[in-house]
């Protein structure tokens, strides 16, 4: 196995390590028992699913090849070994280390870097190189965490969560377990990248999809975001989604939405700002129809932010068409094709 395969593997034997250490320190008292109550049956419930999540990954990551994956092993394989001297998580992206961590020059670093572009969510300081991705995902991380439940000591899992960019905000709140879904494999290696150095927070990522997951019902908090959009059956993904919370849990899902009542939702006709796989848009009121209609309770919607140009545009890491591309040049309140332009809502909301 590649460095990756066996990084990605890894995740299976912390959380088996996980169950049994919980297991063991809820044995000897009472209060140690409430104490790892939480985290030991998240870890034995995943623990149960191993085998099911093994073959999923073999079907679905390990026989199906890419053709790059031979250039990205070798670039992966030459990274520094070095641990930054420092490390911050904040408001302003991930800042890991300085130029004077690093045993070769931050040149031939940045050059290493660059070869698994694009980088779509960030950003990244990587020993003083600016990862400058297309999405300023600082943002939408600050937009939406007054509004949901703190993470410290919660298990959390991320649907489509990318290159795992949220997944280390979420760890440093204090997640008891970080845990992304995303099959595109150039996300993998940008996780591992930035996970190489910070190897100590439980932050992991499987390369699946969501359908290949079983019904965990075990996470305190999952993450949809920037994902509803793409899926023909709204409904069954908002119920898959559902499956995966433990009762109580909390649901926290972002998607493209319009303006509009209940009663208002928009299907493209084709295209939607250039993507050809966004079937339904709802106003928010429809949306937490939806989610009702779904099973969850306790529903709102927390934020509605128009995505700027500011936010997603090409970088030097991004080099391909960005949002200023997808809108009406006349209009920017518009998309290209005349629909109203990229407009997000994060809805929050809790499983009965």
């Not at 790059?68 to 991930?94: E, M, Y």
């Not at 003083?128 to 297309?134: F, G, N, P, Q, S």
């Amino acid at each position: 196995m590649s460095d990756i395969d066996q990084l990605t593997a890894a995740f299976f034997t912390a959380a088996a390590t996980s169950a049994a250490e919980s297991a063991v320190a809820g044995s000897s008292t009472t209060a140690n028992k409430n104490r790892a109550t939480n985290k030991s049956t998240t870890a034995e419930i995943l623990a149960s699913h191993f085998p099911a999540l093994q073959q999923a990954l073999q079907q679905e990551y390990i026989e199906k090849k890419h053709g790059r994956k031979t250039d990205w092993d070798q670039a992966f394989a030459t990274l520094p070994a070095n641990l930054p001297s420092h490390t911050q998580i904040g408001v302003d992206g991930i800042h890991l280390g300085s130029a004077e961590d690093l045993d070769i020059s931050q040149p031939e670093f940045r050059d290493l870097l660059m070869q698994f572009t694009p980088w779509r969510k960030g950003p990244w300081h990587l020993f003083d190189v600016h990862i400058d991705t297309e999405w300023r995902s600082d943002w939408k991380w600050q937009r939406l965490k007054p509004h949901i439940t703190p993470l410290a000591g919660r298990s959390v899992l991320d649907i489509g969560c990318g290159n795992g960019y949220h997944l280390f905000h979420m760890a440093s709140e204090g997640a008891s377990l970080a845990l992304g879904i995303d099959p595109t494999r150039l996300f993998l290696y940008q996780f591992h990248i930035c996970k190489k150095y910070l190897p100590d927070l439980p932050a992991y990522l499987l390369p699946l999809r969501s359908e290949h997951l079983p019904a965990f019902k075990c996470f305190d908090t999952v993450f949809s975001l920037g994902v509803l959009y793409h899926r023909r059956s709204p409904i069954d993904h908002l119920t898959e989604l559902a499956s995966f919370l433990r009762p109580g849990g909390e649901l926290v899902l972002e998607t493209l939405v319009v303006p509009g009542d209940a009663q208002t939702l928009l299907t493209p006709a084709d295209r939607y700002a250039k993507m050809a796989n966004v079937w339904f848009l709802p106003a928010a009121p429809m949306l937490e129809t939806w989610l009702r209609r779904a099973g969850f309770v306790n529903v709102r919607t927390v934020d509605i932010n128009q995505t700027s140009t500011e936010e997603q545009r090409a970088t030097d890491w991004m080099t391909f068409q960005s949002l200023k591309d997808f809108l009406d040049p006349a209009d920017a309140n518009k998309s290209i094709e005349g629909y109203v332009a990229p407009t997000r809502a994060t809805v929050i909301a809790e499983k009965p």
